[in-house]
């Protein structure tokens, strides 16, 4: 969107976005990672923010919710007033917050698997759909997701998802490029079998 009233941050990798204020913020560039602490200090992972996706104090309800970024991030932050006096940028946030919201159920139905595997390539399939690159064969996430990353994601450790990574390494289904970005296969039979249990 293009809109007076509007300023641009930029924030490093693990950064706090502040949510202290009336004010709206879009992501331009990068990733933003929503999360919020249990009050025995468990980390849960409620979802992330792309290009063109919202945030602030107007999406949630609870005080303890953190947006972080994910990667090195650029957003745009705007006044309420611009948002109050534009059709186009309140239609474009009832979008976002739509997306949001499937990603969200989407999550509770990871969580709700029983064996942390499923949960795994659960959440491998849903990053492939949301934040994938398709290639001629292979489909490439835009982003580096740490195996730390990924383990606070479905509530299990690292070391779990390490152990998972080696054992579908191994069976050929995904693969690591140079980067160290995951590369999951187009035509994947289980990506049907992992939707339908969810």
């Keep these: 969107m293009d809109f007076r009233g509007k300023v641009n941050y930029s924030f490093l ?11 709206i913020w879009q992501v331009e560039r990068g990733v933003v990672q929503l999360r919020s602490y ?18 602030g104090s107007f999406a949630t309800r609870l005080d303890s919710i953190e947006a972080i970024a ?4 650029s957003l745009v932050r705007y ?10 940028c309140q239609q474009e ?6 997306q949001r919201l499937r990603q969200t159920e ?20 849903l990053l492939k759909e949301e934040m994938g690159l398709p ?17 606070d994601t479905i509530g299990t450790t690292r070391v779990t998802v390490t152990r998972l990574f080696r054992e579908f390494q191994d069976q050929g289904w995904l693969q690591l490029d140079g980067d160290r970005h995951i590369l999951i296969p187009n035509d994947l039979e289980g990506d049907r079998l992992a939707f339908q249990k969810l």
């Design 13 to 23: 990798r693990n950064q706090v976005i502040p949510c202290d204020s009336p004010d």
């Design 38 to 55: 249990t009050p025995e200090g468990t980390l849960t992972v409620l979802g992330w923010l792309q290009r063109g996706n919202f945030w």
């Design 70 to 73: 994910l990667i090195d991030s």
């Design 79 to 88: 006044s309420p007033e611009v948002v109050k006096h534009s059709f186009a």
């Design 93 to 98: 946030i009832l979008q976002q917050t739509l």
């Design 106 to 125: 989407y999550l509770l139905a990871i969580a709700g698997l029983k064996r942390i595997e499923d949960r795994l390539i659960a959440l491998l399939l």
């Design 135 to 151: 290639g001629a064969t292979m489909t490439r996430l835009r982003y580096r997701f740490t195996h730390q990353h990924l383990a």
